[in-house]
């Protein structure tokens, strides 16, 4: 695991330790003395911090004094990736999934049925959801 930025994922093993609390990301500028960059930082704890002899800043990302600060390689996370795989999964869940059959799996099967195109599928899925006004 290299040294990376908890905000960018940017690489920081060329950063000086220990890490000043004036110490920078020289790509986004957020602070790396900070809370989500230290190995007792843990969101699912009250205080979220796992030391009990800290005293946690009310802004995690904000420099601070801590003196029980040590640096934390995993601190990044992809959140940009979790939304995507996230938004992929509720489309699939409403539109079916993208592993349905094909055109040509329907043809040799030798089913009578013509198979609808996926975007005519979808289209008439969000048709349903949202109708269209009539003019009277």
């Known amino acids: 695991m290299s040294f990376v930025c908890w905000n960018c994922g940017q690489d920081l093993e060329s950063t000086p330790r220990p890490v000043s609390r004036h ?15 230290c190995r007792h930082h843990n969101a699912s704890v009250t205080g979220q911090c796992e030391d009990e002899r800290a005293d946690p800043p009310t802004r995690r990302e904000s420099a601070n004094f801590c003196e029980y600060y040590k640096p934390r390689f995993d601190a990044y996370v992809n959140k940009r990736g979790q939304n995507v795989d996230a938004a992929r999964a509720k489309l699939d869940a409403l539109f ?41």
């Open 23 to 37: 110490a920078q990301c020289p790509k986004c500028f957020e602070a790396l003395h900070s809370c989500r960059m």
């Open 96 to 136: 079916g999934s993208s592993s349905s059959t094909t055109s040509n799996e329907a043809a040799t099967s030798g089913s009578a049925i013509p198979e609808i195109d996926k975007a005519d599928a979808a289209k008439a899925a969000l048709e349903a959801l949202f109708p269209t006004p009539t003019k009277k």
